[in-house]
T-cell receptor, first 113, second 112 residues
Framework: DTAVSQTPKYLVTQMGNDKSIKCEQN?????MYWYKQDSKKFLKIMFS???????INETVPNRFSPKSPDKAHLNLHINSLELGDSAVYFC????????????FGSGTQLSVL | DQQVKQNSPSLSVQEGRISILNCDYT??????FLWYKKYPAEGPTFLIS?????DKNEDGRFTVFLNKSAKHLSLHIVPSQPGDSAVYFC???????????FGQGTRLTINP
């Protein structure tokens, strides 16, 4: 059983489209995250949710909207995709009080053409 | 403004030798540091961590050293094995921040 699973693994789409990436964790963790790995390979936090509540929103364009229907799921919806959105997006989760140790999904490679 | 930097994009080491991966940080408020390992097409996985109250933490073949005055940490792997070939990310956090700040990774290749 995969602890943190995200789908799809690859996403190729045209500029201007709207797309979603789904994430689910079966670890019973309270906190979930979205990280973006940009072209320079840095992993940067985008959002953090704790028990469905938004904790961190790290100056991400409002075209990106996370949705957490329950604490085991954190989906990422992106409107009006731009070329610069091309990156690898990682979902992660952690226990509330040991948030330093993250468990990551395998990533979604988004290519905007 | 990258607060955590790994200045070596790649490192090649012979099997059985020591691998040393380096990481520098700029924010003196960071008090917890971690190393993650990433294989292709997988997410990063936690490897080892160290609190700022320590200067060394060891776990089997992996040892992390922290030099707070230099704002520098390193990961030592000895002996290096082919399965250690991966990208290694350094990360840092501070109390209450609820997020990790990552470096850009170092690709380690262990040659037989």
């Amino acid at each position: 059983d995969t602890a943190v699973s995200q789908t799809p693994k690859y996403l190729v789409t045209q500029m201007g489209n709207d797309k979603s990436i789904k994430c689910e964790q079966n670890l019973g963790h309270d906190t979930m995250y979205w990280y973006k790995q940009d072209s320079k390979k840095f992993l940067k936090i985008m959002f953090s949710y704790n028990n469905k509540e938004l904790i961190i929103n790290e100056t991400v364009p409002n075209r990106f909207s996370p949705k957490s229907p329950d604490k085991a799921h954190l989906n990422l919806h992106i409107n009006s995709l731009e070329l610069g959105d091309s990156a690898v997006y990682f979902c992660a989760s952690s226990q509330r009080k040991s948030n330093e140790k993250l468990f990551f999904g395998s990533g979604t490679q988004l290519s905007v053409l | 403004d990258q607060q955590v930097k790994q200045n070596s994009p790649s490192l090649s080491v012979q099997e059985g030798r020591i691998s040393i991966l380096n990481c520098d940080y700029t924010n003196s408020m960071f008090d917890y540091f971690l190393w993650y390992k990433k294989y292709p097409a997988e997410g990063p996985t936690f490897l080892i961590s160290i609190s700022s109250i320590k200067d060394k933490n060891e776990d089997g073949r992996f040892t992390v050293f922290l030099n707070k005055s230099a704002k520098h940490l390193s990961l030592h792997i000895v002996p290096s094995q082919p399965g250690d070939s991966a990208v290694y990310f350094c990360a840092a956090s501070r109390e209450g921040a609820q997020k990790l700040v990552f470096g850009q990774g170092t690709r380690l290749t262990i040659n037989p």
